[in-house]
C-alpha cells in the first residue's frame, strides 16, 4: 500500500508544480495586459488634451460659419426682392410698349383697309399678272 501512497503524493506534487506554473504565467499576462492598459490610459489622456482644444476651435469656427450664413442668406433674400421687382418692371414696361404698339398696328391695319380700294381688288391683281407676261 505505500507505492499507492508514494504514486498519489508523486501525481499531487505534478498536480501542485503545475498550479504554481498555471498561477505564474497568469500573473505574467495580468502583468503585461497591465502594462498594456497603462500605455492605453496614457494615450487616451494625450489624445483627450489635444481634442479638447481642437473642440473647442471647430465651435468657434461653426459659430463663425452660422453667422457668415447668415450674412450669405440676407444676401439672397435682397437678391431675390430684387429679382421680384426687376420682374414686376419687365412686366410693366412691356405692357406700356406693347399695348401702343398693338394698337398702332391695328389702326394701320384698318387705315390701310379702309384705303384701299374694295371692288377693283380682282382688277389690280389681273393688272399685276398680266404685267408679269
Given at each position: 500500500m505505500l507505492g499507492l501512497t508514494a504514486v498519489g503524493a508523486i501525481?499531487?506534487?505534478?498536480?501542485?508544480?503545475?498550479?504554481?506554473?498555471?498561477?505564474?504565467?497568469?500573473?505574467?499576462?495580468?502583468?503585461?495586459?497591465s502594462r498594456t492598459?497603462?500605455?492605453?490610459?496614457?494615450?487616451?489622456?494625450?489624445?483627450?488634451k489635444q481634442t479638447i482644444p481642437m473642440m473647442t476651435r471647430f465651435q468657434t469656427t461653426m459659430d463663425h460659419l452660422n453667422h457668415e450664413l447668415e450674412l450669405v442668406d440676407g444676401i439672397m433674400e435682397t437678391g431675390e426682392r430684387m429679382a421680384s421687382r426687376l420682374n414686376s418692371m419687365t412686366k410693366v414696361a412691356q405692357k406700356v410698349v406693347s399695348s401702343p404698339l398693338v394698337r398702332i398696328i391695328g389702326v394701320g391695319a384698318?387705315?390701310?383697309?379702309?384705303?384701299?380700294?374694295?371692288?377693283?381688288?380682282e382688277e389690280s391683281r389681273e393688272g399685276f399678272e398680266g404685267s408679269m407676261d
Amino acid at each position: 500500500m505505500l507505492g499507492l501512497t508514494a504514486v498519489g503524493a508523486i501525481a499531487g506534487l505534478a498536480i501542485a508544480c503545475s498550479f504554481a506554473l498555471f498561477m505564474i504565467a497568469a500573473t505574467w499576462v495580468m502583468f503585461k495586459l497591465s502594462r498594456t492598459l497603462s500605455i492605453t490610459n496614457l494615450f487616451l489622456d494625450d489624445v483627450r488634451k489635444q481634442t479638447i482644444p481642437m473642440m473647442t476651435r471647430f465651435q468657434t469656427t461653426m459659430d463663425h460659419l452660422n453667422h457668415e450664413l447668415e450674412l450669405v442668406d440676407g444676401i439672397m433674400e435682397t437678391g431675390e426682392r430684387m429679382a421680384s421687382r426687376l420682374n414686376s418692371m419687365t412686366k410693366v414696361a412691356q405692357k406700356v410698349v406693347s399695348s401702343p404698339l398693338v394698337r398702332i398696328i391695328g389702326v394701320g391695319a384698318g387705315v390701310q383697309k379702309a384705303i384701299a380700294p374694295r371692288g377693283g381688288e380682282e382688277e389690280s391683281r389681273e393688272g399685276f399678272e398680266g404685267s408679269m407676261d
